[in-house]
């Protein structure tokens, strides 16, 4: 199974990490033998931290590395004009040679988000998949609505496209039928509705699993994985390797972490990271060898 990690916005003051700083973490997580860098899409949310333009922090993070995946988790498309959000999901594919992936989705887990941009809530879902058919179709090459946006050379088609979502039937449906993968939330679920879900979606073919937001400190202690509560690696080492190890037999072939601190926030706050906590991580899974730019 593959790991990734989600590279928190704001330094330990709570600064705006500037492009330089962002570059240098990214390139730490590939230094360590990781497999991905990635970033949520809380656009317009009330939360604890600036957020950030997704679309730039995967070109810097990509511009610090040479191989490692870079990906979002997830894109809120709906908030999102169509033709605008495919060019820059093309530009971001052109500029990161491939390495980019865009985990896309209704954005249903914050009502005032859309109010801030002016589209109804209840209607994300419809929106959602309006806009993905025209935003592939531009991807394409395809002329939509009087928009053409022709690819540059060698980018036809766009970027890799795995669905963030539930695990309800259609969901995994679509998921399997028209994406390159289906995007879990390990903070917002359980491992037994996490292993019905995956079930479900390879029965339908699915390809790619992942799951993300799963909250990792390892100078927690070493107690047992609640079965009804979020899946996190809020643990110790040989625990959190357990729990690794179960996702992987569970079929996931990757898995997102955000570092917390369990001490200081109750685990709710993104926490930094050092190069020593990445080696910690390293060393939990072998290293896959699969590669996900090259699936």
Known sequence: MRIGIDIPPNDANGKLLDAKELMTRAKMIEDAGLDGIWHGDA???????????????????AAATESIEVG???????????????????????????????????????????QAVHVP???RFTIFHSHMDKIRRLLDGEEVDDAVLPPFPGTQ????????AWSSPVSLRRAARDYDGWMSSSGLTNITIMGEGIRRY???????????????DLRAP???LDEDGPFTL?????????RLNRLA???????????????????RRTAQFTADDLATIRSLLPKDPRSAVAA
């Open 43 to 61: 656009s317009y949310y009330r939360g604890q931290y600036t957020e950030v333009d997704p679309f730039q922090w995967s070109v810097l993070c």
């Open 72 to 114: 979002l988790t997830v894109l809120q498309v709906p908030l999102r004009e169509p033709v605008d959000l495919a060019q820059r999901l093309l530009t971001t594919h052109a500029l990161t040679n491939g390495r980019f992936t865009a985990g896309v989705g209704a954005g249903s887990t914050f009502r005032g988000a859309f």
């Open 121 to 123: 809530y209840d209607d």
């Open 157 to 164: 088609g766009g970027p890799r496209f795995v669905l963030g």
């Open 202 to 216: 390879r029965d339908l073919g699915g390809r790619r699993a992942m799951t993300t937001t799963c909250r990792v």
């Open 222 to 224: 070493n107690r047992k």
């Open 234 to 242: 809020i643990c110790g080492p040989e625990e959190a390797a357990e």
């Open 249 to 267: 037999e569970l079929g996931f072939d990757d898995v997102c972490l955000r570092f917390v601190d369990e001490r200081e926030t109750g685990g």
